[in-house]
């Protein structure tokens, strides 16, 4: 019963990259149109002729300089939206089926998990990662030391089903 | 990798490296170390271009085309639509049976929010290397526990095995975290006299 379905994994930056860029090119297009009919249909003048006689005479400057930086500051981004892997979003659960979790979701099933044990006065996901889940435990002052270690085994016996690369950790306090 | 995800990363990855080479050449133009250009820009002729006769249409195509080609572009960035029905094993010379997709994808959702592990379950189907491959993304209910899913998910996709048998559809199941709660506001407002 494995499921042969790509792993889920979040949208590329590319692929938001990649329609700016078709709506720019789409707006850029408009825009050319339109200053190409205007004059022509209207007492609107055409952009270009005063666009060009502005560049006419431009020489290079601080201005350029700092203008060309920016752009290949821009163009950089862009490369690397284009080369950075899509980021995994779920853990596989150990099933026949094809179940995945959120880490943010497993840390919410521990945390509920963790507070309903017993001389547990509170809890909180301290971090959620795909390969560590850090749960936060504030414990009844009266209890003793290795309820904490009882905890962490009880969490883990609950959370079996996650994967063995992510661990689910306890970090315990004593209530004041 | 997709052919959509590899088209955006190549529009990605021409637009990137065509902006580094046009700001290293502005860049350079005051410097000289590579393109010794410096001087002043002229624009003339093409000023002596726009003022042609022919230039307004030949801008108005040219626009129309871009604004054609950024549209279809666009387009292309729609969210894939879920396949609606799919033929069965019992379609033969004399006759399609189709099973309607939709009713299948609402009968696992009711069935996996049944199990009292999960709530806002909404799932699709798509095809994917030759295969039909349904999603069904959900909610964990706050009361869910990972044995109870994995149960869930189990059965759901048992259950789609049968309903299209000959190992013909696959089945992923995503649960996302339960819904937080937002603790209620006080009526009461607490007021400190000094």
Known sequence: ?176 | MSGRCLSSRAAALAAGLLLVLAGLALVDWRQGVVLSTGGRVRTGTVAGLVDATWWPWAQGAGGLALALLGLLWLASHRPRRSLREVPVGSSDRTGTVVLALDGVARALCEQVEASGTTTEARAGFHRAHGRLVGVLEARLSEDADLDGVVAAAEEATRDLRRALPGDAADLQLRWRAPRTRRPARSRRATVRLE
């Open chain 1, 1 to 176: 019963m494995t499921g042969r379905a790509a792993e889920p994994r979040r949208r590329a930056a590319a692929t938001t990259v990649s329609f700016l860029l078709s709506l720019a090119l789409g707006v850029a297009g408009v825009l050319l149109a339109l200053d190409a009919v205007l004059p022509a249909t209207t007492a609107h003048d055409s952009a270009l002729p005063p666009l060009l006689a502005d560049l006419d005479g431009l020489t290079a400057s601080a201005a350029t300089t700092a203008a060309g930086a920016g752009v290949v500051l821009v163009g950089a981004v862009l490369v690397l939206s284009a080369l950075v892997p899509r980021r995994r979003t779920h853990l596989r659960l150990r099933s026949e089926a094809d179940a995945w979790i959120t880490p943010r979701a497993a840390a919410a099933l521990a945390v509920r998990s963790a507070s309903r044990h017993p001389g547990v006065v509170g809890a909180d996901a301290e971090r959620i990662a795909r390969r560590r889940i850090v749960v936060g435990v504030t414990r009844d002052s009266e209890r003793s030391d290795d309820a904490a270690d009882v905890l962490q085994e009880s969490l883990r016996a609950e959370l079996a089903r996650l994967p063995a690369t992510t661990t689910v950790e306890v970090r315990s306090r004593v209530a004041p």
